[in-house]
Each structure stands twice: as C-alpha cells, then as structure tokens.
C-alpha cells in the first residue's frame, strides 16, 4: 500500500483528474484516497473560475495570461517561442509581468524531475501558479507549448468523452503512475471533430511501458 501511495503523490498536477467516468468507480476510490473534498473542489474551481475568460481580458477584450520567469536561470527561447505560437494561431494574448504579484499569473521555473501545468488558472494565487519544465522540456518548444495549454484551461485531446469513437487506450501497456493522464472526461468541444494532430494529443506509444 505505501507503494502505490508513493507512486500517487508522485503524480503531477496534470494527472490529477477529478472528472471521471461512472464506469470507473474503482479508480475514484483511490483518487478518493489522496485528495479530500475540499482539494477537490479548488481543483474545479481552478478549471472552471467565475467570468467569461478562464484568464482577464484586458483592454482590448482580448484574453490575457499574465506571466514571468521563476529567475533568470531557466533557458528562456524555447517559452518565447511557444508563447508566440500561441498568439499567432489564437486570441490569447500574453504579458510579461516582471517580479509578478499577489493576482493570478504563470510562472515559468525549471524542474529536474517532470514537466507540468495546472489545468485552466488557479483562482487565488498570491505567488502564481507554477508551469514546470526539465531542460529536456525546454528544448523542445512542442512540449512547452502543450503545457501553455493546460495553463489555457485544456486537457490532453484523447481525454474527450467522445475518444472512444476515435481511440482505443490499452491501460495495460500503460505505467501506472500516468493512466490518470488518459482517463475520459466530461468535456466540451464546441463542436470540434476529434483532433489527431493536436498538440494536446499524446503519441500512440507515449507512457507504454
């Protein structure tokens, strides 16, 4: 048992998922196990914040992401590049803000362990809320754009309720410590057609052990 609740808490922020299928009473028990009510209702409530954007417009109604770097010591390209991305091919706008401050913003800081994003902006944040990223992660612009998009409010593309129709995940051949990353959700997809090549997919053998 003190295994597999090692193998929980090393989970990242992307993986916990609160959303599940009635078909998977068993895996909500042990998500029960590790995060109490009140966890829980934060984490909904950092998807799904009050107003129209999960972030502020700002003066020109244009969604914003407030954002600034943990220090100066995290490779800094890879990001820029991946925030220019994202306001070439979206509304999103981003500003950096500097030494931040006690209102929701990103902070960009290195990890030597994993690369992860909370899902959608964290409601309070008196001192941001963490994108991490490995040096593996911020040589590839790929993985900090995806990572942008769960701090934009998206999850990973084959969590769609409707993935069964277009997918079929094998739990199986799957680590344990990352089948929350591939559970369905109860989604919505304004009418969008299941996305093959989104950045937000995972590759077919990603995480198969």
Request: hydrophobic residues 40%; negative net charge.
């Amino acid at each position: 048992m003190k295994a597999i609740i090692s193998q929980f808490k090393a989970i990242s922020l992307e993986s916990l998922v609160v959303i599940l299928e009635d078909d998977t009473p068993f895996m909500q028990e042990l998500f029960d196990l590790f995060v109490d009510e009140e966890e829980e209702k934060e984490t909904l409530q950092s998807i799904w914040p009050p107003g129209i954007f999960n972030w502020k417009a700002n003066s020109e109604g244009w969604p914003e992401v407030l954002y600034r770097f943990y220090n100066d010591s995290i490779i800094k390209p890879g990001i820029l590049r991946a925030i220019a991305h994202w306001e070439e091919h979206t509304c999103v706008k981003f500003r950096d803000v500097g030494t931040g401050g006690a209102y929701p913003h990103v902070v960009f800081q290195w990890s030597a362990n994993y690369c992860s994003s909370n899902v959608g902006r964290k409601p309070i944040s008196f001192s941001g809320q963490a994108v991490q990223l490995t040096t593996g992660c911020l040589l590839d612009v790929g993985v900090v754009i995806h990572e942008i998009g769960h701090a934009l409010g998206l999850w990973h593309q084959q969590t769609r309720h409707d993935r069964e129709y277009n997918v079929k995940v094998i739990f199986g051949n799957m680590a344990f410590s990352n089948i929350f990353n591939n559970f369905p959700l109860i989604t919505e997809n304004y009418g969008v057609p299941y996305d093959y090549t989104s950045i937000m997919h995972y590759d077919t053998l990603y995480w198969a052990r």
